[in-house]
């Protein structure tokens, strides 16, 4: 249940009714907020005085759905916005991984050449394997953030565990948190302390109703600026790495309320398939994009095969062009 | 292995290769084909002196794939074809059923009306239950035959078994082999002795390998005018019918030569996201869309919940046309 | 919904019934029965002088739950019982593929000397490849009757598709529908007109809502000799060949009539893991466990890898029949 | 690959090797070995001299593989072993989440009672929804503490997050690493740190081949106490709340070297099936069983529906006691 309590409420009152219905105060615009489990269906009556409106939801997904919010959230970047009203995907491009300050600023200057906004470029891996490649960590970040003042790029990377959570916030202007971590309330409640905006992606083994709670636990510590990114889920289909899910997509763009960013790279997991599928997530009319694109693919340390060169990358930004333009989108 | 055979082979040295290797023989356009399991590698240098070319396979998906045939083939319905080098995309409609005459004559009349080529209605319903509606039989495609002649529209009604798969070869111009019938023998067989269309729907649970393996049976007795539908594969996500498998497209894009056709309603399983759907389908520039319309679908004998009423139908393709002219795609 | 009719009713009254319920009528024991869809919830009040029992269901898992018969149904095949409150366990066996009189003959010989009932055989193979071996056909049936004369032994052989049903119910004492062929109505209702065992395979796509379903084709058709067998669903995990749902048998235990037979050889998909995973299904109490077995399975003609060699079978009967002891189990 | 070092090596040449191979160095009973990425097939010449032995891999899955250690790893907690050549089936029991003091000590006098060795207690609960109970925190990490002082008994308790991981590894016995954390570094490499007995759970949408290699983050590091834990993958099926894969944990006990232990009430979900399924368990001679069990589940914060109450515990102990001696295994 959402509370919208009234203005003038005393604080001990206030104090009274979290604790008695264990909920999570938030102020959201001008509103003042309690959420609790959505297992409350009823008020206990000698609270009503103290509310201007309240909202019964079946499960607890609550500030993420339309039923409470029915307009969608925008973020604003300062240099760009995503979702909301402004008809903007944005098509963020980058390697897989920071390597090295000649490979990032190569994707910098892509970016650039093709008017885009946000640079993306993982520090902390979040490999399955201790052998594997593992990431740069915080010299990742510092070159991002060169990157960042030097272009006129905003940055989004990933936060692998609780322990650098700090790191990155600090660092990007969007954290992601990776399918692996997104369960990871050392993450997500780090991520709630703080005003910048989050993307979750989708764990490929998460069902859509835990993957709207997963954003509840940002929502409901207080920060509202969280975005979703479908990436593919686990099935039995081996030929491709994963399955994106746009039956999901078309249930979140119903049901939720906030923004939605695909990322069909890590879906198809091989270069050939990305375009066909980027273009279709586009036609979708999402909010976003998420590309992996690299100088040289085949000299990658992480997912080589399906990371787009840069005349790929640039091939397809040629075609995505007029196809927004059809659908009255704006791709920056 | 798929051999080809010279001109002026003996048939006498023809009936010992076929049953050496225990191969298939078809004539395909020119050329004269065996065609053996994929585990063969090697010819019998006896045999060397009768062929003019081979191919070798990592799997048994031959005929199907690009590496045999590299151009997509085309599927000659007279007044449309489907694949080849048309940049056509079919699209389909109709209802899930056919229920009554007056019901399936206002899908042909709207059809009709956009100027569409292909009405679908399925009269033997593969239903999970013995207590639900089975479907008109036989009556259903009597129904379907009048609209064809009345209003000029090709034909796609759906075989649920062997024991009428005589009766849905005589009176449709695109058999479909539905998604819980695609393994059956009984009817790919009696679809290889045809040469008219056949539309395989991939099982919901069936992996890509064994979907083009499907087509291999029909391919291999000789019909080749066989086309794919994607239609959703079963995963642990239960807010959607079916999860619609668009990175499997993508792979069936690069790898096979025969036309797609995709069911994002059946996918879906809901009205609601039909249409955001079809467009990402559109966009990934597939040969075709099969979309269920219902006049009433509220009163619907089957799925009721997916299918889109005759409005929301013509709105969907008044959205449909700017975005396939965006994408250098005939809407038909 | 299902009714049990007053001995008197009148066959007009009786007709009025079906007609208006649009139901199927069965004998079941004493008892005259009319099975409706789940959706009807109440009968119309014309009716209900003509009944003595009425009992209405969440789903339309009918006949073959434990709501309507509490009781396990008991399978007779005259040399052995399968289900009821036997305790027995059959432990059938036998290869893939019938390929040989000599090959057949030695399995026969196998069960014998262990003194087993049941001798599974492959003649008609749902191959997913046409280039494949595609089983001896009516010739491998004739073999199986061949052993049944000579050894005394009950035959289970599976039918592919409804081209050959009549021959499969003809010369066997179970028929197998195979996890590919369970949707397939031209076989289910040939086998609801018969009152032969038959044993339905869950497809590896297939929910237990779905299987019990099948199932309702063949119990309201009249035959009540169904027997559920859980081979193996298809999951994300490649490792090994399917995942053996013990769950879903646990729910099936739980919730069905029917007996239940499992097969750990397809599920597994290699010879190694059979052991172990059969002792796991022995200990859940089932009424009975299909192991594929070969006197060479290297030479196998399908499903090489999983076969156990009769050594193998012979050591793993030994280990089952301390463990059926201790469960209060009859290996028979 | 994994090298056995020289015991005369010098120290200069180790770090060189380190580095050069980018390798994990650690003492295993008294060898000195290096693991680098099993993409390294060939040691250098140049370091040939410096090596007693070497293991080649086809995957990352190293250090917890038969071909390297081909006796299962045993795990000494003082008044119970796990593994090893023990004929050990540790049977873990408890509630899902510690709640109070007295509930707890119920559960800790029912184990005491039955001989058993192992109290399981969620105290850091990786709940999906925040409006959900969380757990006591490190206020359930104490009551476990007295529970082990008053009555002998080992702990194992859930770590959910890297920000309280020093917590749980000071006051568990066994730290448990739950299917949502499996993945995150920052606990797995904290638990590499210790040489306390770690337990991880395989995410429910985790590859067997990720979950053996989640297990060499901690072996990697230096900790060879690993065991590892199935409970349950997430597939199609929703009657029951999770897959139980035997099939994996057949293929597991075929190619990795550690104890395995089933959680059968997470895969279930529901109280009814958890008996049947602990059969099962029991019966594929695995080396440990973890069942919840709490006082009045109806009553309970977590999990209410799959938990045995304390009569149900001790019927399914009693009926597993037989079972255990006819598969020669000591239930501890």
């Not at 509310?51 to 759905?65: N, R």
Request: charged letters at 25%.
């Amino acid at each position: 249940m959402i509370i919208k309590l009234k203005k003038n409420i005393e604080s001990r009152v206030l104090d009274e009714m979290k604790l008695q219905l264990n909920a999570f105060h938030i102020k959201k615009d001008t509103q003042d907020l309690l959420i609790t489990s959505s297992g409350i269906k009823e008020l206990p009556s000698v609270f009503e005085k103290n509310i201007d409106d309240q909202w019964v939801f079946d499960s607890d997904m609550q500030l993420s759905s339309k039923s409470f919010q029915n307009t969608k959230t925008e973020i604003d970047l300062g240099t760009v916005k995503i979702g909301g009203n402004t008809n903007n995907t944005v098509l963020i491009g980058g390697p897989c991984s920071v390597e090295a300050e000649e490979q990032i600023e190569s994707s910098a200057k892509l970016l650039k050449e093709l008017n885009l906004s946000i640079l993306r470029g993982g520090c902390y891996k979040p490999r399955t394997s201790p052998y594997s490649f593992q990431g740069l960590g915080k010299e990742g970040l510092m070159l991002l953030s060169e990157m960042r003042e030097k272009y006129g790029l905003k940055i989004i990377s990933e936060v692998r565990d609780a322990t650098h959570v700090k790191d990155v916030i600090e660092h990007t202007d969007i954290i992601q948190i990776g399918a692996k971590a997104m369960y990871d309330q050392g993450i997500l409640r780090a991520c709630a302390q703080t005003q910048k905006p989050v993307m979750i992606k989708r764990g490929f083994g998460t069902s859509l109703q835990e993957f709207t709670q997963a954003a509840e636990f940002v929502l409901s510590g207080g920060n509202p600026n969280v975005i979703l990114c479908e990436r593919g889920i686990r099935t039995f289909e081996t030929k491709t790495r994963f399955t994106l899910d746009l039956c999901g997509v078309a249930w979140l763009q119903e049901f939720s309320n906030l923004p939605i960013i695909l990322d069909p790279s890590h879906a198809m997991g091989y270069a050939y398939g990305v375009p066909a599928l980027t273009k279709a997530c586009l036609a979708m009319g999402v909010d976003g994009l998420i590309i992996e694109a690299h100088p040289d693919p085949k000299e990658a340390k992480s997912d080589a095969s399906q990371q787009l060169n840069h005349q790929e990358f640039k091939k397809l930004h040629q075609e995505l062009v007029p196809l927004a333009n059809s659908l009255g989108l704006n791709l920056v």
